[in-house]
């Protein structure tokens, strides 16, 4: 998973080939997807990656997608479900 972050956060901005799609430094861009070749795109934050919550979606992605994903890191996931790991991994109380 290091090897992972610290590709898709190498730089200062990262771009994913879309228009505008420059990515903060220490944040990575993530396109879920749930069976389609549309998906919503998200910027996170790559502590909110080293949540517990993260584990079982960067599994799900490794597998469907392989270790190797350059510039957007794609989950093969509900977005709903996507917003509810997101939110746990952002809670003040998760930091802790």
Not at 8 to 15: C, P
Not at 61 to 67: C, H, P, R, T, V
């Amino acid at each position: 998973m290091r090897e992972l972050m610290r590709r898709l956060s190498f730089s200062d901005r990262v771009s994913d080939g879309s228009v505008g799609g420059g990515v903060p430094r220490g944040c990575v861009p993530v396109l879920v997807c749930d069976g389609g070749e549309e998906g919503e795109r998200f910027v996170v934050r790559v502590e909110a990656l080293r949540h517990p919550s993260f584990a079982a979606l960067l599994e799900m992605a490794a597998q469907e997608f392989g270790y190797k994903q350059e510039g957007v890191l794609r989950v093969p996931c509900d977005v709903r479900h996507f917003k509810d790991v997101l939110a746990a991994a952002s809670s003040p109380r998760s930091r802790n």
